[in-house]
């Protein structure tokens, strides 16, 4: 179907005057919306993990055609699903052709319009705006001005045209008046000037705002929508208050609540789709690498008002994809699986997505990561061993066994050391690993074990990545014993009948 050129081919085709003249972009959000939930859609696709919390509070938001804020932590989607409403905007719009404002044909507000139907009337010509053209984002920050989001005189406009200063012909539009008909979104609120929060109020209670001192009337019609953290947005005398007031809807976003949905949601954000090598990602893997996120949540050495990005476990992903393959590529092999020591390499990933408080700075970046990811291997750990008897495989430490794991040593070579492990790859079964398997993933899989192992301390690990006996513990029971130093549990077990 072709397009309507001009008004008066516009009157005449299903975008009728009756249907757009006074619809606002609300309505159609509303009205789309109406239309999804009917058809039993999903309201926002690729969204995961907030169907019964977030997602309700917004459906209700744009059904009551209220301009609303998400309040939540960095990297909880809020800017994802902010721009997801544009889904709900027609596919195609049409305005004036050649309007900076995208004026409504049967009701333009700009002057230039208004005189353009006078002149042409049903010849006026007719352009397109597709829902993704219709979406204006911006992140406040303190030194954004009333220039940039309402607009400026342009005196050298003026002079050319030969308008009055104030005319509104002589406006420069800033980003607001541009994202007429649309959705104008401004991310972390809170920095916003108080000056421009006045400014915004005006548009949005009167359509009328002051440039430079001359009142300029701009009736828009715009779906605002924000985004803040929470601590900042309710802090006093950050948000003036008849801007809160006209904020109609206040939603909670949230972090995954379950290490599944954090999965989910890194699977699917993480770039993991290599060219030219089979990539298998253990659940293990993934479980540790979620697991760091949510340990770093919990962690009080990390400041808890700015929180743990969901893009940290993404990041993270990502990198440990890159070490695998790295290795892969190193040692000519064409599979590549990811290991344990793989989300080590991974550390860039994660230091500078952590903001340290006066403790953890004290510390250092690097050995609180260092940390949050042991206790994330040995959680992980626990989901698959608690319990489970591991003493045969530690006896092999304790009698001086050592093993190193390097990215330049072939994946068999590896495996042909661990099966002198005895027991250990026994174990691999709790997490799905066969002896047919292959070297990669036998020797991934048993990385994982002895990893866990030394997350609980029950055997060392060098900085070279040698896993040797761990040291000592005291004994928690006092006998006389005749070993010397060194010996082990293995023979005390045994000789413990004849002492
Ligand atoms: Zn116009």
Not at 162 to 191: C, K, M, Q, W
Not at 328 to 343: Q, T
Request: proline fraction near 5%; hydrophobic fraction near 35%.
């Amino acid at each position: 179907m072709t397009l309507p050129a001009t008004l008066g081919e516009l009157r005449r085709s299903p975008f009728t005057e009756e249907r757009l003249g006074s619809r606002r972009v609300k309505d159609e959000l509303r009205d789309n919306l109406v239309r999804k939930l009917r058809a039993g859609e999903t309201v926002f696709s690729g969204v995961v993990g907030y169907d019964d919390t977030v997602v309700p509070q917004i459906v209700n938001a744009v059904l009551s055609r209220h301009n609303f804020i998400l309040l939540g932590l960095r990297g909880q989607a809020k800017s994802r699903i902010l721009r997801a409403l544009t889904s709900l905007l027609d596919e195609r719009t049409p305005y004036i052709a050649g309007c900076e404002i995208h004026d409504n044909p049967y009701s333009p507000i700009c002057r230039r319009c208004r005189e353009l139907v006078a002149q042409q009337g049903d010849a006026t010509p007719i352009a397109y705006l597709s829902g993704d053209d219709r979406y204006v984002e911006k992140l406040a920050t303190p030194d954004v001005t009333i220039a940039d989001l309402i607009g400026d005189i342009d005196p050298i406009k003026a002079a050319r045209t030969g308008h009055e200063l104030g005319s509104e012909l002589t406006v420069h539009y800033g980003l607001l008046p541009r994202a007429n008909r649309g959705i104008f979104a401004i991310n972390e609120l809170p920095d916003l000037a108080g000056k421009i929060q006045v400014g915004l109020f005006n548009i949005m209670q009167e359509g009328d705002v002051q440039i430079k001192g001359y009142p300029i009337r701009l009736p828009l019609d715009v779906a605002l929508v924000f985004s803040a953290n929470p601590e900042d947005y309710t802090a006093r005398g950050k948000i003036i208050t008849p801007l809160k007031d006209r904020i109609g809807s206040e939603i909670r976003t949230h972090y995954p609540v379950n290490l599944d949905e954090g999965i989910a949601i890194t699977t699917q954000e993480a770039w993991v789709t290599r060219d030219g090598h089979r990539l298998l990602v253990p659940k293990y893997v993934r479980e540790v690498v979620e697991n760091i996120a949510f340990v770093a949540r919990e962690d009080k050495r990390i400041d808890k008002r700015s929180g743990v990005s969901q893009r940290l476990p993404i990041s993270v992903m990502e990198n440990v994809i890159s070490n695998a393959e790295r290795r892969a590529i190193r040692n000519g092999e064409d599979h590549v699986v990811p290991r344990l020591s793989d989300i080590y390499a991974a550390m860039p990933a994660i230091t500078g997505k952590l903001e340290l408080e006066y403790e953890g700075e004290m510390k250092g970046a690097d050995n609180v990561a260092r940390e949050i990811i042991r206790t994330a291997i040995a959680r992980t750990y626990d989901l698959y061993y608690e319990g489970v008897e591991m003493r045969q495989v530690i006896q092999w430490f304790d009698l001086g066994g050592q093993i190193q794991f390097t990215d330049t040593a072939p994946t068999t070579e590896l495996l042909q050391q661990l099966e002198n492990i005895q027991g250990l790859l026994d174990k691999l079964g709790a997490v799905s690993v066969k002896p047919k398997d292959s070297a990669a993933v036998q020797v991934s899989a048993a990385e994982f074990v002895l990893e866990g192992l030394h997350a609980h301390k029950r055997i060392g690990r060098s900085e070279e990545r040698v896993f040797m006996a761990g040291e000592k513990q005291p004994r928690p029971e006092k006998r006389p014993r005749r070993e010397g130093p060194g010996e082990d549990e293995f023979f005390n077990r045994n000789r413990r009948p004849y002492n």
